[in-house]
């Protein structure tokens, strides 16, 4: 198993920013632009409809105005243990990987305070929400002894390739709701961010003249970034008649702030070191639209729906940040989630489903690759860095009136195409994207992309108090 990662750059025959990488362009998306969506067991067993719902203060990672149904105090802690498995294809081969990590998933809790007064207003209520998920993710390629590159002194061919992160991502929010008749709710919340992660981008090469293997880091890598962000949420729910509630909410681009550690190579002045750089980046705007069916005290539904309405944008400094709002300006489709799930009471007992759909973020992108047979072709994918994902759901729980304990179940799945291997030595610092070990360059035009399949398999527990 490689040990390290190495990343990209450029992706498109059309688009080449030599001074980007892959791991750049697929974090901006799936760490920094997404939301952290790991509520209690409850939350989880119906995929994170709760937009019309409320009730708790999961409501904060949805719609703040759930804030005010609550009629009485809550706290929760959820323990989370969460599998991510990898498969990677190439050449012919296959290389699995899997990983689980057990964390603290989410603590809530909210305050209920009741108005004594004859106007319209029922409760003012004060909620807080931590959640926290991991982005542990490593995936290997495997090689192939067609594809042959040519060193200084020997031939060696490609024996594989591994991407690989490490990091949590958490986000901690404080709200208000307010409940007017038990008609209309309002709530307003703000978000704090923060991720961590440590990213590598290694290639695999073997001899040919006596079969030993070198690894090599990507330029720029391995990095590690220390970021943090904030954004501010603002929701109502109103209740069309006993039975049915419709919702929204608009959630404002997270504002982050990336610090960057990160090692280079060959440097013409200072030669191998380590290299420091701070980022701003503007995540898209969201709004959510919900509606939910209460038939009695005993089942429940809510469908949302999430729209990105803008792209992700950096605050330019250099050409390298230019490079990167080009790519989303002309490769980024505004994302989307449907989330559906239901809940159904038996006596003390809690029964829930849910399943959810995220759409692709990116448009179809074409690179010029080099196939396991060492031919090179260009070709078109609309699957590539990241795809559409599926998540199906399901929990139980029991009441005890003061205390409560709920489980729950996540199985989400994705299917994506993985480039790898293509970096230029161009002699340049600035534009140099080139792979070295202790003693040798490698250098290729193209990349090469394997299939990769990830599954998750979620576990959730939560205790809670109501009082």
Known sequence: ???????????????????????????????????????????????????????????????????????????????????????????????????????????????????????????????????????????????????????????????????????????????????????????????????????YDTAAFKSLSNGSLEYFDRQNTPMFERSSGFSATVGVIGKLSPNFRIGGAIETPTFWRIDRDYNFYNDPDYGDGTGTESRDLTTPLKATVSAAFVASKNFSLNVDYTLGLTRPKYKVVTGAESELNSFFKDNYKNTSEVRIGAEYRVSQFRLRGGYSYVSNPFDAVTVSQVNPDASTSDRSYNDMMLNNRNLASFGIGYDFKAFYVDASYQYVTSKYSNPFLRGINTGDPATDTAYYSENRIMSSDYFAVSEVKNNRNNFFITFGWKF
């Open 1 to 199: 198993m490689l040990k390290k990662s190495l990343v990209l750059m450029s992706i498109s025959a059309a688009f080449f920013a030599q001074a980007q990488d892959v791991s750049i362009l697929r974090n901006t998306v799936d760490v920094y632009s997404s939301t952290p969506m790991v509520g209690s067991s409850k939350f989880n067993a119906m995929a994170g409809a709760n937009g019309a719902l409320g009730g708790d203060a999961n409501s904060l990672l949805t719609n703040p105005a759930g804030l005010g149904v609550a009629i009485s105090g809550e706290v929760s802690g959820t323990l989370s243990i969460a599998g991510n498995k990898n498969k990677s294809t190439w050449a012919g081969s296959t290389i699995d990987y899997s990983k689980t990590n057990t964390d603290l998933g989410n603590v809530g809790g909210v305050i209920a305070f009741p108005l004594m007064s004859e106007s319209g207003w029922k409760f003012i209520n004060i909620g807080i929400n931590f959640s926290n998920q991991s982005l542990d993710n490593y995936v290997e390629s495997p090689g192939s002894d067609n594809v042959i590159k040519d060193f200084t002194d020997k031939s060696a061919s490609l024996s594989g390739h591994a991407y690989n992160r490490y990091g949590n991502l958490s986000k901690t929010s404080f709200g208000v709701g307010a409940n007017y008749n038990h008609t209309l709710y309002l709530g307003a919340g703000i978000n704090f961010f923060n991720a961590s992660i440590d990213q």
